[in-house]
T-cell receptor, first 113, second 112 residues
Framework: DGGITQSPKYLFRKEGQNVTLSCEQNLNHDAMYWYRQDPGQGLRLIYY???????QKGDIAEGYSVSREKKESFPLTVTSAQKNPTAFYLC????????????FGPGTRLTVL | DAKTTQPNSMESNEEEPVHLPCNHSTISGTDYIHWYRQLPSQGPEYVIH???SNVNNRMASLAIAEDRKSSTLILHRATLRDAAVYYCILRDYGGSQGNLIFGKGTKLSVKP
């Protein structure tokens, strides 16, 4: 089945540790996105990539890093520089069209202790 | 970016129609109206989108006002599985950045 997967579903880390969240898609989509969602809030864009080996900062990129070495994969690293990393992280992909529907993964809930 | 305004919450009875409103008084001529919904602890799901004319698909209908300053998402027969947060989002087809700008949405509760 085609789709977008994120792993793990729940992740716990100690303060000061970097952590990498996985996002994989087999939809052959060019564009991929990372969003963050805090309780009771809408989603906010962290990073996005419209093509392999290229990515741009979103509205809240500080403390995060990404890579896009393969079309199917867009991992997000939450670094120790991110002041409030505990949140629900969502990955999405779409065709290279600003009107195309975005397909979201199931999300990773990160808790930093 | 043009903004949207939605009620914080709405309630519906199962098997009855639901009309979810969205105001977007500053909408520009190149903005499409998109709707997504998010079930608890899941990623958002695309529902429908339109520009000027009313649109129908298997999930819902989208009614767009003639002046395009408001729109309504219509669920023809609500089920318990439709309980979710519904987001109304404007997307500029003249823009280059494809991300979605989410507000707080409308939390729909469906009573059996």
């Amino acid at each position: 089945d085609g789709g977008i997967t994120q792993s793990p579903k729940y992740l716990f880390r100690k303060e000061g540790q970097n952590v990498t969240l996985s996002c994989e898609q087999n939809l052959n989509h060019d564009a991929m996105y990372w969003y963050r969602q805090d309780p009771g809030q809408g989603l906010r864009l962290i990073y996005y990539s419209q093509i392999v080996n290229d990515f741009q900062k979103g509205d809240i990129a500080e403390g995060y890093s990404v890579s896009r070495e393969k079309k199917e994969s867009f991992p997000l690293t939450v670094t120790s520089a991110q002041k409030n990393p505990t949140a629900f992280y969502l990955c999405a992909s779409s065709i290279q069209d600003v009107l195309g529907a975005q397909y979201f993964g199931p999300g990773t809930r990160l808790t930093v202790l | 970016d043009a903004k949207t305004t939605q009620p914080n919450s709405m309630e519906s009875n199962e098997e009855e129609p639901v009309h979810l409103p969205c105001n977007h008084s500053t909408i520009s001529g190149t903005d499409y109206i998109h709707w997504y919904r998010q079930l608890p602890s899941q990623g958002p799901e695309y529902v429908i989108h339109g520009l000027t004319s009313n649109v129908n698909n298997r999930m819902a209908s989208l009614a767009i006002a003639e002046d395009r300053k408001s729109s309504t998402l219509i669920l023809h027969r609500a089920t318990l599985r439709d309980a979710a947060v519904y987001y109304c989002i404007l997307r500029d087809y003249g823009g280059s950045q494809g991300n979605l700008i989410f507000g707080k949405g409308t939390k729909l509760s469906v009573k059996p």
